[in-house]
């Protein structure tokens, strides 16, 4: 079981930057890929990259176009997205979300766990 709770969220301009947290809980968070998804209103939820449990190898979406990075403190619990060039496009719940095994899913339905996400809202 692990529980899963973001931070970081906020508004911020086009072009600025933003660093979410999601700190985890348990102590086999070293077992989990931990990965982060976006939902704008009206939309579904969609995926925006994950990592890998140990390897810290990373997979994204394509829109990330090499402005998002994601990494991961084992040793503190933690999972982050640092996040540039934002633009209005990017504006959604984000989500962090745990599961077993390979890092390439982007179902939300083949995560295991989520936590309750923050808002970013980027303004033009």
């Known amino acids: 079981q692990v529980q899963l709770v973001e931070s970081g969220g906020g508004l911020v301009q086009a072009g600025g930057s933003l660093r979410l947290s999601c700190a985890a809980s348990g102590r086999t968070f070293i077992r989990y890929a931990m990965g982060w998804f976006r939902q704008a209103p009206g939309k579904e939820r969609e995926f925006v990259g994950a990592?890998?449990?140990?390897?810290?190898?990373?997979y994204y979406a394509d829109f990330v176009k090499d402005r998002f990075t994601i990494s991961r403190d084992n040793a503190r619990n933690m999972v982050y997205v640092q996040m540039n060039s934002l633009e209005p496009e990017d504006t959604g719940v984000y989500y962090c979300?745990?599961?077993?095994?390979?890092?390439?899913?982007?179902?939300?339905?083949?995560?295991?766990?989520w936590g309750q996400g923050t808002q970013v809202t980027v303004s033009s």
């Open positions: 990592i890998h449990s140990r390897s810290g190898r990373t």
């Open positions: 979300a745990a599961r077993g095994g390979a890092i390439e899913v982007v179902t939300p339905r083949e995560w295991d766990y």
